[in-house]
């Protein structure tokens, strides 16, 4: 498979080389998004995500063919998690790869920014003593 995308529960780093990994790939990069514990001096407890799933596949295999085209990849995964998530879990997972490394970082660049503005996913974050909705686009 050249591209995998996925809406999941939670997010699992563990196989990520072997999603990744392809014979005439000599570059693989891969960047995770979790939840940090702090955002604008403010004590974060958790994150909850919600999407529409449906739109958000489309819109994220729309994102990965684009970025095959632009760098000559050889294969991409797009992972996004829904749910509520606890600080230092993994929340979302692009990768690329490619014969050289700077095709990979470009596109691992493009993916996990084009995603963040265009695949409708909302987030909301618990602080100690209320939850807040943030703009998809910060």
Known sequence: ??????????IDTTKVYQQLSH????????FIGSVRN???NKKVEALDFETY??????????IAEEAIRKWKLNKV?????????????PVVMVGASSAHRDACFE????LIDTL??????????????????VSAHP
Request: hydrophobic share 35%.
């Open 23 to 30: 014979p005439e790939s000599g570059g693989i990069c891969v």
């Open 107 to 110: 596109a691992c660049r493009y």
């Open 53 to 62: 799933e449906k739109m958000a596949i489309k819109e994220m295999q729309v």
């Open 77 to 89: 995964i797009l992972h996004h998690a829904h749910g509520k998530k606890e600080v230092e879990d």
């Open 116 to 133: 963040k503005e265009r695949v409708p996913i909302w987030k909301k974050e618990f602080f100690t003593n209320k939850t807040v909705w």
């Open 1 to 10: 498979m050249k591209i995998d995308i996925q809406i999941v529960n939670d």
């Open 38 to 40: 702090t955002t604008q």
